[in-house]
């Protein structure tokens, strides 16, 4: 058994805890030697520097921070460093290689190998002898060289990537050495877990302030107020110390919160070594994030730079309206709308003067109508989906310019909506500017579709463009005529979308029909019915669903969120790995699942990490449940 | 125990090269320094022989992967200028007035009779035996050389009770003898020549080494403390603490130069000589630094260097543990912990912040 398992995961970044007293570790940092301070890391060191003859062992202790009264449940209290490599990896290839295979060999005859630390030059990441160690429950790794292709954005990024693509992400990875703080965001995004104090310790003459996002030489600097700074003589290693144990914390609530992307979108932006890495990330691992940030959640998402654009859950985003999101082949128009700063966009000004103009053609206009909004950085955002997690939730800078790869994003993303359309569908524009110029001009080269401009002249709330709409949409339904009985009320589209784009497509319409019946009202939770009993509710935080596991079981050969269970009931309140046969890889983490033995749903749950790291665990809990099937008896 | 082969190959491949360009220089270098004799404060008369040099940095072996000593020897030794100038240095440097350790280094070893045949080491003993001042001969040799037959020819051309044979040990770890030194011998062959030694009369003195290569410094620390006390349970009442400089054209040297190796820190050997007096008062402890304070040599943070440096000289010379005991109080202590922590854990692979 792991001693450490993740309670939440963000990319590749995740909150580890100890595994049965769920004590969150990291991210922290670890004290290099024990001291008065140690209780304010996530571990120390307990060692004295330097070794006297009253300390002659040669293993090292790693004590962690476990609360006094939970130690006792605890799986190990301390680990221990007790073996290393005789040579350097950077030596010689034939005689670090020949020694690192024997360093490997005496790791993998030690007692308890979960309490060991392991010893992870970056040039053996590939090595068979590492995959050897990963069969093991070895949790700690010290990832040793980094620093050698530090300023080699690209190496350090693939480093990084594989190493944590190779690993469970129940494996902790420790980088010791003197590392600035304000790498701390990035590198804990890229799945770092543990870090030291010993640059703290660097205050010679040759060493460091550390203040804000730098390290300044120690002749000069700003002034600090700190307890530390205000007291003669000053104590520069207690100032830094605090600035280190700041960053981290500033990084493990982001973490929590949901928002280290945006973190680290800032922070790069302060270093020359990491803004391309992000760039290079993003392009070419951009699935690896993916695959693992959730997407449910309800933190507000501010898209400030162009890297926005690539934000794991935007790009989720895009991906899941390309995959899943199927218009109703009823529709006879669509309406291309440009979107608003207010969320959703239907308590928007500008949204209601459109809502008001589409009224006016007739209320039974919005029965055959797509309403699309147009934005960036999602591209395209159908009215169904307007109110769930990211569309609901982001922020842009409004500047009404719009980049050449925003352009090509979202007009690649609005031609594969409007393929799922039949070719005589009439779309009407009600977008204005340069922007959205440039995107419908794309859609009329590269399609046939006639499309009838509504704002072309003015502004869309402008009145005239309003009687626009109007008119063109009078004139466009006059001769249609509309099947009463096949009508879906906006609700029931709307749940029916958010179920395809949470559940997988094909979900919405057999979950929800005609014969429901919805209760409750923005900003409360919708309680849906079906014959009387309460099948499923809407979070109005996050705009998704929570349905039972009886009705779970009609869409589950449908459903992109199945955990294969070994067991046929589930006890207790949580999923833990050994029960895990198989789970679905688009899972991602917070996402409802449903526990399934043998065909059938036994309980619906939470889900803690990816999919992709379920099927990697080997302990710990992979999901908390939320609903089990009642069983009559 | 046998040497690591594929470490002696690199290190032969790098002597080789080396090799080439060693200077030929026959001059007979000598200096006086104070020094700690047995009975007390006195001077130090040192010889550097100019033989042909150590025959196992000549040998396939390629020798230690820390020391350049060999680029300073002659390839032809002249031993009839050798001798005399021998003669006339100490006729013209002994004072009556003072005690005098006599030091015949050679840059390898004095006993080895491929450097200096039995009949120089005996013309030499004996002219040394003439001085009454010179109370104590130190020699320095590697074990294998330590054998009954010159054992033999020193008790019968000087009074051997003022023999003091060194001999470079470096480490009573076999480990870091065979993969870090590629010393050539371990640590039952000092045994066996310090037995054979003390039979005779003379005395031992043991060299160790802070820090080898591969070695962080703690680890460094913790193997001199080792070594110390196996070397003490050994009857040696000498050891000396000799902090590594770095010699061009060393395997050690082309590891510093691609910024792998830090030469040792000052505190540590302040903090090697306090915790080794206070274990072992009885022990004289020396600590031997060369290019002290420069980059090449034990430093700290440039500010405090020349402080500790004479510190440590003071205490070599009066064995006076007080002396180790005042209080040095420099920024750069604090990082010394760091680094130390910080070169253990990635095992000397961080030697750089980032």
Known sequence: MR???????????????????????????IDIEKSSNSDDYAAFFDISLPPSYSNTDKILNLHWNIPEEKKERALATSFLYSLQPFYSSSIDDELSKADYNTYVENFLSLQDIHKQIYFLPIDFIESESFDSVLKTDMSLIALIGLDKIFNNQRKLSEVLVNLKEKISPDIAIYLPGPIAPSNYSFLIYMGIDFFDNSLSYYTSENGYFILGDRLYPLDKYPKCYCQYCSQDPKDIQGHNELMMKNEIAKVKYALEEGTLRELVEQDIHKSVTFAASLKHLDKKYSKVFRNRTPIISSTKIKCIGEE???????????????????????????????????????????????????????????????????????????RELESIYPARFYDIPVAGVWSDEEIELTSRLLLDVLSHYPKDIKIVNHMHGHGYQHIVDIVRKETSFEIIDTSSENPPTNPNSLNNLTDTLYNLIENQTIEKDKILSSKIRRLQFTADFQYGQGTGSILFSKDIKVKGKYPRHLQIFRGGEQIASLSSETGYLSILPKIAQEILDKTLNKL????????????????????????????????????????????????????????????????????RK | MKINPTFSSMIREIRENSLKDREHSRRIVHWVEDHRLRSGAGKALVFILPTRGCSWALSKSGGCSICGYIYDNPQQPDFDIMLESFQKILEDTIESEWEYSLKLFTSGSFLDKKELPLEIQKKILKESSKYDQIKEIVLESRPEYVTDAVLQNI????????????????????????????????????????????EKGAKIKAYLLFKPPFLSEYDSIQDILESVSKIV????????????????????????????????????????????????????????????????????????????IA?????????????????????CKTEWKGFLFSEKISNSEMLNKY
């Open chain 1, 3 to 29: 001693f450490f398992q993740p309670l939440s995961q963000y990319g590749l970044a995740r909150i580890l805890a100890e595994t049965r007293t769920r004590t969150h570790l990291s991210p922290g940092i």
């Open chain 1, 308 to 382: 926005s654009l690539h934000n794991p859950v935007i790009s989720e985003y895009r991906e899941r309206i390309r995959t899943r999101y199927k218009p109703s082949l009823k529709d006879k128009i669509i309406l291309l709308l440009p979107c608003s700063a207010k969320k959703p966009y239907s308590f928007s000004r500008s949204h209601m003067l459109f809502r008001g103009a589409i009224k006016k053609a007739g209320k039974q206009v919005f029965h055959t109508l797509s309403e699309i909004i147009v934005t960036s950085p999602l591209s395209v955002v159908p």
């Open chain 1, 564 to 631: 294969e269970f070994g067991v046929d009931q589930v006890l207790g309140s949580n999923i833990y790995a050994p029960g895990c046969i198989n789970a679905d890889t688009t899972i991602l983490p917070n996402d409802e699942i449903f526990i399934v033995h043998e065909n059938k749903v036994i309980a619906t749950a939470k889900a803690l990490v990816s999919g992709i790291d379920m099927n990697k665990m080997t302990s710990g809990s992979l999901a908390e449940v939320r609903k089990k099937l009642k069983v």
């Open chain 2, 155 to 198: 008790a019968e051309n000087t009074e051997i009770s003022k023999i003091e044979i060194a001999i470079g040990l470096e480490s009573a770890n076999d480990d870091i003898l065979q993969n870090s030194i590629n010393k050539g011998f371990f640590w039952d062959d000092f045994v066996k020549a310090a037995e054979k030694t003390r």
């Open chain 2, 233 to 308: 349970e050994l009857g040696v009442d000498t050891v000396s603490i000799n902090a590594i400089s770095i010699h061009r054209g060393t395997f050690l040297s082309q590891l510093f130069e691609k910024q792998m190796y830090r030469t040792p820190w000052l505190w540590s050997l302040l903090h090697l000589c306090r915790e080794i007096k206070e274990q072992y008062p009885d022990l004289r402890l020396i600590c031997d630094i060369v290019a002290g304070g420069s980059e090449r040599g034990a430093h700290n943070c440039g500010t405090c260097d020349k402080d500790i």
């Open chain 2, 311 to 331: 510190i440590l000289k003071e205490f070599t010379v009066t064995q006076d543990s007080d002396i180790l005991d005042e209080e040095i109080k420099c920024s």
